[in-house]
């Protein structure tokens, strides 16, 4: 159908070109010729609409390349005729044609080709394509680059369509005077610009944009219910005809990620390229994230150790496609049993053990501190014991901001084990031990999306339709994405010398209603009204400020403007080895009292907060 209708349009450029020349008394085609040229004329033009490929395309979705065929295909049907022409001419001393007219023709023919096309696709789009208009949601485009450009095409072409593209936004100022496929370029403020052209949507697709820009933009959109979305680059993108397909909504990691880390390759390289390395509390959020990390610098070994089956064996088919060529050792086993975990350091011999395991929800631990004691502070004496004794080269601790300045159960014992570490490193130094194992801690805040966090409660909670539940409405929390956090973690396992408590900078502070608020917008929806946000009180155990540092700590700098050092007191491993060895037995036979007793001596600055064990902050503690 295609061919037949460019042979129409060829036929009617050929007669209209014979009729003009004919006004001006001149033969377009010798009389004593028709017979010979004019079919020759068709076979010519098909001949070449045929190496282009001019009919293959759908007419309603023609481009720019349908039009350069339509070009090449005139243009060399042309020229092949004018050189016939001009054969004939030495050879039989007449020409079939006019050469002026052949030109004039080509011109005119090339011209109801296109034409015809640009009225069938326009036709197509007004008429048939967008019959549900009225109901298309009104969109801007943020950028007015190839990326903008693309998806402005796809939302064109889409179907059944979502969107109605009003224009593009550029934060130039250089281009509002230009126009992007007949729509305008605007500048100023998206707000005003978005109410102006009466647009529901902000699209993102510029990516030259700053994250501060960035996130300063879906903030203003979401406090006047504007909803906003992103899509990939272009190069991210295998068919960049379904690049409309790609648009998503924001996430809330989308706002709070900050710029990207730079990390120190080479020393980290250095510290684990062809090692064996030993990583526990592998399956939980950090230890996997650690685990898919590490592989990146080409380990010899990597040990994945946790007492969670399922999410284990899950881990384990994930790293053996990351890097086929690292040995991968899967050990279900339990921290708290010594004798098991020394078998492990026995035959496989790490060189770098990353310590992730640890039980972390704050409530749980205040109704089970005997577990806290044994699997936060026990499980890891037990590691760092172990680590000294086959002689690791590094052990890097994974610890939490609820251990300065404690207020809860799970915070004091990250605090004690913290302080057992830091104590290990300096008995082993101070006694010149054949020891050479450097122990480092690393102390961060809240993980955004990590196991039992804020986020994935909020999403379910929004999913389910609400409420949203908050402990306080002042409560306030630091945040950290997983591979960030990971990768400091890194980091600092490579710059450490030994006996450090490495914090990082956790950025601003995050009101933990705001982020609530933001997540019911993201989410198509307004705050306390389709999704109700519900005050349920303090949890036991929990602050509304958590802290970096104790009350008597000072940081120093290091090379990396994300990461500090702490400069916590010492304590004597000894002294300290037997209050811990009383806090094992203990826990393991009296009741929880005793037990949050005896980690208040241990740990004086732990105070609890809206809990049962607050009454014993006033009791003298005795041996």
Not at 152 to 169: C, D, H, I, T, Y
Not at 198 to 226: G, P, T
Not at 416 to 444: G, H, M, P
Request: charged share 20%; hydrophobic share 40%.
């Amino acid at each position: 159908m295609v061919l037949l209708l460019d042979i129409t349009m060829i036929f009617l450029g050929g007669f209209i070109t014979y009729f003009i020349f004919q006004g001006i008394k001149l033969d377009y085609i010798k009389n004593d010729s028709v017979l010979i040229a004019a079919p020759f004329y068709f076979v010519v033009n098909i001949f070449f609409f045929w190496i282009f490929r001019t009919y293959s395309g759908v007419i309603r979705h023609s481009s720019q390349v349908d039009a350069l065929k339509l070009f090449f295909a005139q243009f060399f049907s042309t020229g092949f005729l004018i050189l016939v022409n001009y054969s004939s001419l030495i050879y039989w001393n007449s020409k079939f044609f006019l050469t002026t007219g052949l030109v004039i023709n080509g011109v005119i023919s090339f011209s109801f080709l296109f034409f015809y096309r640009v009225v069938v696709k326009h036709t197509f789009e007004r008429y048939f394509n967008n019959k549900n208009a009225a109901n298309l949601i009104n969109a801007l485009i943020y950028g007015s680059d190839a990326n903008a450009i693309a998806l402005a095409n796809s939302l064109q072409a889409e179907s059944p369509k979502r969107f109605k593209v009003v224009g593009f936004m550029d934060k130039s100022d250089q281009n509002t005077t230009k126009r992007i496929n007949n729509l305008p370029i605007f500048n100023g403020n998206v707000i005003t610009v978005l109410r102006t052209v009466d647009a529901e949507v902000l699209i993102f697709a510029d990516k030259s944009i700053s994250k501060e820009e960035r996130s300063q933009i879906i903030e203003d959109c979401l406090e006047y219910n504007f909803k906003v979305y992103t899509i990939p680059l272009l190069s991210d993108v295998d068919d960049q005809k379904e690049i409309s397909k790609k648009i998503k909504s924001f996430q809330i990691l989308d706002l709070l990620e900050r710029e990207p880390i730079v990390l120190d390759n080479n020393s980290i390289s250095k510290q684990l390229h062809q090692k064996t390395i030993l990583v526990t509390g592998a399956a939980g959020s950090i230890g996997s994230e650690i685990v898919r990390q590490v592989i990146l610098f080409k380990p010899k070994k990597i040990i994945v150790l946790d007492q969670a089956e399922t999410p284990l064996h899950n881990l384990s088919l994930e790293i053996s496609s990351l890097d086929p060529e690292v040995e991968t050792i899967n050990v279900i086993s339990d921290i708290k049993n010594v004798d098991e975990i020394e078998q492990v350091f026995i035959k496989h011999k790490p060189e770098v053990v990353y310590h992730a395991a640890a039980y972390k929800h704050v409530p749980l631990m205040e109704e089970n501190p005997a577990q806290a004691i044994l699997n936060n502070v026990m499980g890891t004496r037990n590691l760092a014991d172990l680590s000294a004794k086959y002689h690791v080269d590094s052990f890097v601790m994974v610890s939490t901001d609820k251990a300065v300045n404690p207020s809860n159960v799970m915070g004091a014992s990250k605090r004690i084990a913290e302080k057992y570490v830091q104590s290990l490193d300096y008995k082993l130094k101070t006694e010149n031990s054949k020891s050479s194992t450097k122990f480092i801690t690393t102390r961060f805040g809240n993980v955004l999306g990590s196991n039992g966090s804020v986020v994935p409660l909020f999403t379910k909670q929004i999913q389910e339709g609400g409420p949203i539940t908050i402990t306080h409405p002042e409560i306030i929390r630091y945040f950290m994405t997983i591979p960030e956090a990971c990768q400091l973690v890194l980091e600092a396992g490579a710059m450490g010398k030994g006996g450090e408590i490495y914090i990082f900078d956790m950025g601003k502070p995050v009101k933990i209603i705001d982020l609530a608020k933001k997540m019911i917008r993201l989410a198509g929806f307004t705050p306390d009204n389709e999704i109700k946000i519900k005050i349920i009180g303090l949890r036991p155990g929990e602050k509304l400020y958590e802290e970096l540092l104790n009350d008597t700590s000072k940081t120093l700098p290091t090379h990396h403007s994300k990461i500090m050092i702490s400069q916590d007191e010492f304590h004597h491993h000894q002294e300290l080895n037997r209050s811990i060895d009383l806090l094992v037995e203990i826990a393991k036979v009296k009741p929880n009292s005793v037990i949050v007793t005896k980690m208040k001596k241990i740990v004086p600055e732990y105070k609890s907060l809206n809990s049962v064990y607050t009454a014993l902050d006033n009791i003298e503690v005795k041996h």
